[in-house]
Nanobody, 118 residues
Framework: QVQLVESGGGLVQPGGSLRLSCAAS????????MGWYRQAPGKQRELVAK???????YIPDSVKGRFTISRDNAKNTFYLQMNSLKPEGTAVYYC????????????WGQGTQVTVSS
């Protein structure tokens, strides 16, 4: 089972970019699925990107072409690169990891606030 620590949130202008980081307490090679989610006030939690241990990725249409998920195995960290940010991207962003070590786990980071505003 891993523990996750997020960083990189903040205030950015519309059209700007931001990179969120999620540091894991063990090698991310052991994680089956890594993902980023966001939740805005009054809305349900929404998947914005995920990647598997075999490097299969999924980006929903709402952010496709603007958001990218990646990882650095040497740093035990995965990232969400957000470009061309829109005001509706304002939300708390959470990283998630699921896998087996040795039993199934599904853990979340603490969340980081992203505010897209002029």
């Amino acid at each position: 089972q891993v523990q996750l620590v997020e960083s990189g949130g903040g205030l950015v202008q519309p059209g700007g970019s931001l990179r969120l980081s999620c540091a894991a307490s063990q090698s991310i090679f052991t994680i089956a699925v890594m993902g980023w989610y966001r939740q805005a006030p009054g809305k349900q939690r929404e998947l914005v990107a995920k990647i598997t241990a075999s490097d299969t990725t999924y980006i929903p249409d709402s952010v496709k072409g603007r958001f990218t998920i990646s990882r650095d195995n040497a740093k035990n960290t995965f990232y969400l690169q957000m470009n061309s940010l829109k005001p509706e991207g304002t939300a708390v962003y959470y990283c998630n990891a699921a896998g087996y070590s040795p039993t199934w786990y599904d853990v979340w980071g603490q969340g980081t606030q992203v505010t897209v505003s002029s």
